[in-house]
C-alpha cells in the first residue's frame, strides 16, 4: 500500500523519533528566545506533526498555537494534549496558506520542516505570512537541514529501523543539481496471521544554502540575527547536519 507525503509515517513517528530529547528542544529554544530578548508567552509551533514539541513548550510556560498540515498528525497532537490536561490549540493548515485568527509574540519551526518545501516561491509565501502574523519585533527561530547532510549524510544511504511492533526500512536518492534527496520509506508491519502489511511514504526535502536563507527572511520582513550549531548558541561548524536560525520580524 502506497501513501504520500506523512499519512503513514504519522503512526511510527513518535517511535522513530523517540531519540529526540523534546524537553530539552524546548528548553533550547525558549532560551534563545531569551538570549535575543524575545517574548513567549504567545508561540506558533509551525508544522508541530504531532505536537511533542508544542506539549514541552506549553509545560515550559508558552501559550501555544500548533499548525499542520497532516490531519493524521494533529489527531495524535489532539490525544497528547487531552492526556495532559493542557489546553493547547492546534489548526489543520498548509503552512503555505497559514490564517492564524490574531497575531502570536514569537514562532518556531522545527525538524527540517521548511525543508520539504522545495520551491523557494513558496518559502518566500510561508515567510511573508510568517511576517503577517508574528508581533513586531517578534522573533522567528527555525532548523534546517545543511546542504552537507544532504549531500554527506544522507546522500544515497539506506537506513533500517527495527522497533518491536514494525520495521522501517529508509532509502535515500540524493539529486545533486538541485540539492533535494528523495526519501523512500517502508513499513513493514505484521498483522495478526503472521502476514505483513507494507506502507510505503515518499517524501523529498532540499537543502538551501545560507546565504539563501538570508536572502529569502529579508525579502519578507525578517532581519537574520544569528545562525547556530544545533542545540548551541555557538557558530555551525563546517560539518554541522542542522543550522538554527534565528530572525526578527521588522515592521515596514
Not at 492546534?90 to 525543508?115: E, I, K, P, W
Not at 518559502?123 to 513586531?136: G, Q, S, Y
Not at 528523495?182 to 538551501?208: I, K
Not at 519578507?220 to 555551525?236: C, D, K, N, R
Request: proline share 3%; aromatic share 10%.
Amino acid at each position: 500500500m502506497k501513501q504520500n507525503g506523512y499519512t503513514s509515517f504519522a503512526g511510527f513517528y513518535d517511535r522513530l523519533t523517540s531519540d529526540v530529547d523534546y524537553a530539552g528542544a524546548a528548553a533550547y529554544l525558549l532560551g534563545l528566545f531569551r538570549l535575543h530578548g524575545g517574548r513567549t508567552d504567545t508561540l506558533l509551533d509551525l508544522a508541530c506533526g504531532s505536537g511533542s514539541l508544542s506539549l514541552e513548550l506549553a509545560r515550559q510556560g508558552a501559550d501555544i498555537i500548533g499548525v499542520d498540515g497532516s490531519e493524521d498528525m494533529l489527531a495524535l497532537a489532539q490525544e497528547k494534549a487531552a492526556a495532559a490536561g493542557l489546553p493547547l490549540l492546534f489548526l489543520h493548515q498548509d503552512m503555505r496558506a497559514l490564517d492564524l485568527y490574531g497575531t502570536v509574540s514569537g514562532a518556531v519551526c522545527t525538524l527540517d520542516s521548511l525543508n520539504h518545501i522545495l520551491r523557494t516561491q513558496e518559502l518566500e509565501e510561508i515567510l511573508r505570512r510568517l511576517h503577517l502574523f508574528v508581533d513586531p519585533e517578534g522573533l522567528l527561530i527555525f532548523d534546517a537541514n545543511t546542504p552537507y547532510k544532504h549531500r554527506e549524510v544522507l546522500a544515497d544511504n539506506d537506513f533500517v529501523y527495527e522497533k518491536p511492533d514494525f520495521t522501517c526500512i529508509w532509502r535515500n536518492r540524493f539529486l545533486p543539481r538541485t540539492g533535494e534527496t528523495d526519501m523512500l520509506l517502508d513499513f513493514f508491519v505484521e498483522e495478526a496471521d503472521g502476514r505483513y502489511l507494507r506502507l510505503t511514504d515518499r517524501v523529498r526535502e532540499r537543502a538551501y544554502s545560507k546565504k539563501t536563507w538570508e536572502r529569502l527572511l529579508s525579502g519578507s520582513g525578517f532581519h537574520l540575527l544569528a545562525v547556530y550549531g544545533e542545540g548551541t548558541a555557538q557558530a555551525p561548524s563546517p560539518d554541522c547536519q542542522r543550522w538554527v536560525f534565528v530572525a526578527r520580524n521588522t515592521p515596514h
